[in-house]
T-cell receptor, first 110, second 113 residues
Framework: GQQLNQSPQSMFIQEGEDVSMNCTSS?????WLWYKQDPGEGPVLLIA?????ELTSNGRLTAQFGITRKDSFLNISASIPSDVGIYFC??????????FGAGTTVTVRA | DAMVIQNPRYQVTQFGKPVTLSCSQT?????MYWYQQKSSQAPKLLFH???????NEADTPDNFQSRRPNTSFCFLDIRSPGLGDAAMYLC????????????FGPGTRLTVT
């Protein structure tokens, strides 16, 4: 399937820090989704983006749909310990199937 | 709360012994998906149901089957589990086939002994 390149692969962050991660695709997407997965749980939808240039927030999370429609960014502000987990970007190269990035593993240093 | 429920959360089966995982949803969504997720990897789509229409991914082994008896329930049957089938199995739903937002259940962790 369509490959999404997600970076960084992992990050250690200090509590209180702002952090960013991004996702790129070789083809245009009409939708970008960001999920968070806690250990032993299913992914939880954080933010959905539908329009190029769109900037959407969900609490301390902010995501942007890149102007080229080939990338998206997720920012976490003022990190806290419960931000630990794996963050996946996803997008639909066709009508029903989501392509997922490989995930960014976030670990917070208290 | 409307949600996607998976039972059991943990399942242990023996090599070659058939096993069934179940998923139910109270979202009244038309589409239900089954994913396999191995450690440190992204979820991999096995198949989906759009209403009663079953759609298998080309690389899903024949060992994996699915049933959707009604809108709310969907089952994953593994006919002869191998050691390589040990994984987290995730059920997800979406409102329509072109509704890209998918909502996941908590997953079933399958161990094959």
């Amino acid at each position: 399937g369509q490959q999404l390149n997600q970076s960084p692969q992992s990050m250690f962050i200090q509590e209180g820090e702002d952090v960013s991660m991004n996702c790129t695709s070789s083809s245009i997407f009409n939708t970008w989704l960001w999920y968070k997965q806690d250990p032993g749980e299913g992914p939880v939808l954080l933010i959905a983006l539908y329009k190029a240039g769109e900037l959407t927030s969900n609490g301390r999370l902010t995501a942007q749909f890149g102007i080229t429609r080939k990338d998206s960014f997720l920012n976490i502000s003022a990190s806290i310990p419960s931000d630990v987990g794996i963050y996946f970007c996803a997008g639909p190269p066709n009508d029903y199937k989501l392509s997922f990035g490989a995930g960014t593993t976030v670990t917070v240093r208290a | 709360d409307a949600m996607v429920i998976q039972n059991p959360r943990y399942q242990v089966t023996q090599f070659g012994k058939p096993v069934t995982l179940s998923c139910s949803q109270t979202l009244n969504h038309n589409v239900m998906y089954w994913y396999q997720q191995k450690s440190s990897q992204a979820p991999k789509l096995l198949f989906h149901y759009y209403d009663k229409d079953f759609n298998n991914e080309a690389d899903t082994p024949d060992n994996f089957q699915s049933r959707r008896p009604n809108t709310s329930f969907c089952f994953l049957d593994i006919r002869s589990p191998g050691l390589g089938d040990a994984a987290m199995y995730l059920c997800a739903t979406s409102r329509e086939i072109d509704s890209y937002e998918q909502y996941f259940g908590p997953g079933t962790r399958l161990t094959v002994t």
